[in-house]
């Protein structure tokens, strides 16, 4: 974690440092969710509370939308997420299965990108 002084005091910040031959880069943490279950479960409740506050911290947030998940990708509140920085991910099978439509709002795809986000984010939470 990255600390600045102020004149009064250390902030902490959710960026890493990374420094390389071509010179230093600030990168935000980033945060991955997987959701496997439906709207109507308190799941969604969890991970929109989860992904808000992950923003508000202005984190890189990651959501992986799978099994009966995907039909909460036309919800209110994973659209609204979406119009302020949440990245969407789908499981293409389960889209398929459970009759969403692809469209350009997410990111449709298998196990390796589920498994790249895994490895790439600094935390991931499952919601099963």
Not at 25 to 50: D, E, F, R, W, Y
Not at 51 to 74: P, T
């Amino acid at each position: 974690m990255l600390h600045f002084w102020d004149g009064k005091g250390r902030i902490k910040t959710d960026l890493h440092i990374i420094s390389s031959e071509r010179g230093t880069v600030l990168i935000k943490k980033k945060l991955g969710i997987l959701l496997s279950t439906p709207p109507a479960h308190g799941n969604l409740h969890t991970a929109v509370g989860l992904i808000e506050a992950a923003l508000q911290k202005d984190l890189r947030v990651y959501l992986y939308l799978v099994d009966e998940g995907v039909k909460n990708m036309e919800t209110a509140e994973i659209r609204r997420l979406s119009k302020k920085g949440l990245r969407l991910f789908l499981c293409a099978y389960g889209a398929q299965r459970y009759g969403v439509p692809v469209n350009d709002g997410a990111v449709f795809g298998g196990l390796v990108v589920l498994s790249d986000l895994v490895k790439g984010c600094d935390r991931f939470v499952t919601l099963n």
